[in-house]
């Protein structure tokens, strides 16, 4: 059995990444939102059933944000269906392979416009601290999907 994606390993990415600041409550301007966050545990399985990996990842829980305070949009293109046959007319006459990728982390690439501060889940520091100014885009912010569009279409 497999071990893989820790939260550890997580805060790590973060930092690497530079997609926060520790702060502290007193560093947060009046009338700002602190966006609440959560630990998301789920198993990653091998083809045959066996486990791969365990791994637990940090999701802002959006809800909690507020309109033209933590966000003012948050509309991210989708594909046209028209595309989607395209490509995969293209695929099945040219009798290519489907390849599959991932991109670690990759909200965590996509800058962030507002100023958003994040409380951790509970028993989480970064950098000694529990809430964060976020840089960087994190799943579950309403404005994330829209930001790493923009980051992919520059």
């Known amino acids: 059995m497999a071990r893989g994606y ?4 997580e805060l790590q990415q973060f ?7 520790p702060i502290k409550l007193e560093e947060i301007p009046e009338g700002a939102n602190i966006t609440k966050s959560k630990k998301v545990y789920k198993l990653k399985l091998l083809p045959n059933g066996e486990i ?41 006459q040219h009798q290519l392979k489907r390849v599959s990728g991932d991109v670690t982390g990759a909200f965590l690439n996509a800058e962030l416009k507002e100023k958003v ?5 509970e028993g989480i520091l970064f950098q ?4 964060v100014q976020l840089l960087k885009s994190l799943y579950g912010l309403k404005q994330a999907g829209r930001d790493w569009n ?4 520059k």
Do not use: H, W
């Open 6 to 9: 820790c939260t550890d390993k």
């Open 15 to 21: 930092s690497d990444l530079k997609a926060m600041l």
């Open 52 to 92: 791969e990996k365990y791994k637990a990842r940090i999701f802002a829980k959006g809800f909690t944000q507020e309109y033209g305070i933590d966000y003012t949009e948050r509309v991210s293109t989708t594909p046209q269906i028209g595309g989607i046959r395209f490509v995969l007319i293209f695929i099945l």
């Open 117 to 121: 501060y994040l409380k951790l889940p």
């Open 128 to 131: 000694g601290s529990n809430i």
């Open 150 to 153: 923009d980051l992919r279409d």
